[in-house]
């Protein structure tokens, strides 16, 4: 508990950070497949927000070296979930694309983290509680607008 009246918005704000944190990861978990791993399902991920990408420029949002990334691409590629040509602006560079299987994957996740967040909700929250987070839901979507 906070231990004063001021201290409240920071407590929340931390509580708040810890539990979206471990919700996402959960999401994650519910969509996760052995046969990637979990830098090869981020790269997707931001492939699938942005449609193409570089190397260089997947790197740079991912935080890693580029021949970090490259490596996370290649097995990408050998998987069939990307396909890599050159850019047509720059030979130097190749641009990277989901397949149709990268595509399915991303869906393929995204279902199974809604169907986590559904069976849970319906399972392990009562009606007030469900109530009180569709409350909750309203003010996180006013803090966002």
Do not use: C
């Not at 052995?34 to 942005?50: C, F, M, V, W």
Request: proline letters at 4%; charged letters at 25%.
């Amino acid at each position: 508990m906070p231990k004063t009246e001021s201290d409240y918005p920071l407590q929340v704000a931390i509580d708040l950070r810890a539990v979206v944190a471990r919700l996402l990861r959960r999401f994650r978990e519910a969509g996760a497949d052995d046969a990637i791993t979990p830098s090869q399902a981020s790269a997707l991920a931001r492939l699938g927000k942005g449609g193409v990408a570089t190397v260089s420029a997947l790197a740079a949002v991912e935080k890693v070296r580029p021949q970090s990334m490259a490596t996370t691409v290649q097995a990408l590629e050998h998987l069939g979930l990307v396909t890599r040509s050159q850019d047509p602006n720059d030979g130097r560079r190749q641009i990277i694309e989901l397949t149709d299987a990268g595509w399915a994957r991303i869906e393929g996740q995204k279902d199974a983290g809604a169907a986590w967040l559904e069976e849970t909700l319906a399972t392990r929250v009562t009606p007030d509680e469900l109530q009180t987070l569709a409350a909750a839901t309203a003010i996180l979507q006013k803090m966002l607008a």
